[in-house]
């Protein structure tokens, strides 16, 4: 089982965590920081299979990695996976992203996290793997771009509800208000 994914630049600042297993937030920031300098300091020439971090669960867990360009890529897993079915479908994971993204970089995980983490669900959920078939992954992701298009995308949201908000017939509010010998005037409250 997949207990986390982490993907993280070349100086350590975290672009994509995802724990499948609980561990507190600041028991998250020490494993990402251990999960970096573990991967960090090895060599491009040798294994992308380690021994997990005393943190995360040490020898009972793996870190499979790759390093593309400027991120890395890390998915820590029980003994139960396959190093080699983790490096493949990481593969695939950075293949999806580079469909999706038309060559991807660093900049679309941080300005697209949503579209990333979408494209994530569709091939890890719950720490199992779902989808390892690339073209039935993009088709899911176009799927929802048209859904979003046609829906007016989630960046027309909060216009769509202030337009509402502007439309609703709510009861006027009394402007002056009498209780007994007191008198009390409303400002209006109006901010359209």
Sequence with gaps: MIK??????NHGKP????????FAEDMQQQIIRETFHLVSKRDDNVCNFLEGGSLIGGSDYKLIYRH?????FVFCVDSSESELGILDLIQVFVETLDKCFEN????????????????????????????TN????VAQVEMQNRMEKSEGGL????????????NMNLP?????????????KVPSLSPF
């Design 4 to 9: 986390a994914i982490l993907i993280f630049n």
């Design 68 to 72: 593309y360009a400027t991120l890395y």
């Design 172 to 184: 006027e509010i009394p402007r002056n208000i009498n209780i007994g010998d007191i008198n009390i």
């Design 155 to 166: 960046s027309a949201a909060p216009a769509r509800a202030v337009s509402a908000v502007k």
């Design 15 to 22: 672009r994509l965590i995802r724990f499948y297993q609980y």
């Design 104 to 131: 991807v970089c660093e900049l679309d995980l941080i300005f697209h996290m949503d579209k990333v983490h979408y494209i994530l669900q569709e091939v890890v959920m719950g720490g199992m793997v779902l989808e």
């Design 134 to 137: 690339m073209n039935e992954i």
